[in-house]
């Protein structure tokens, strides 16, 4: 069985991926859609992934109310150090909510149907899962976000 510490292991890798790339695009490109259908911006998608956080680890697995906008996380825009002392106080949430979680019990709460999560009941502990498979398949995601985007950067630069 993983311990916590190493689900929270994985989860901070995806985590600080996705964060060191929103910090090595700075300001400017962080908040770009690269020209790609239905693109989202790595900005934006960081924003993504701390709302999944909040939402099934914070809430459905902890029990504290959140109040989410799924879509405004998808158009979410801003300077990249706010963004990331968020995805630092995230980490240290998760790591308490890990840490608090019973694998096996129920969920303090009915996942809503609007934010696409497994269609199946979940335990806290497949809840938890779902959570490293968001921030795993959106880490890969922003990674060819990145690529997109540097490579229209240096297509600009190139006369």
């Known amino acids: 069985m993983i311990t916590d510490d190493d689900y929270l292991y994985y989860a901070g890798r995806a985590l600080d991926g996705m964060a060191a790339i929103v ?66 106080a995230a980490r240290a949430r ?26 199946r009941e979940l335990t806290q502990g497949s809840a938890l899962m779902h959570v490293y498979e968001e921030l795993a398949q959106h880490h890969g995601q922003m990674e060819i976000l990145r690529d997109a985007i540097l490579a229209g950067q240096r297509a600009e630069a190139t006369p």
Do not use: M, Q
């Open 23 to 88: 910090a090595g695009l700075g300001d400017d490109l962080a908040n770009v859609r690269p020209p790609l259908p239905g693109a989202n911006s790595p900005y934006a998608l960081l924003t993504h992934c701390l709302g999944v956080v909040s939402y099934w680890a914070g809430h459905l697995v902890a029990g504290r109310g959140i109040a989410r906008d799924r879509d405004a996380e998808f158009t979410a825009a801003g300077p990249v150090g706010p963004l990331l002392e968020e995805v630092a």
């Open 94 to 119: 998760l790591a308490e909510d890990v840490r608090a979680a019973d694998p096996a019990a129920r969920l303090r709460g009915t996942p809503s149907p609007a934010f696409l999560g497994p269609d």
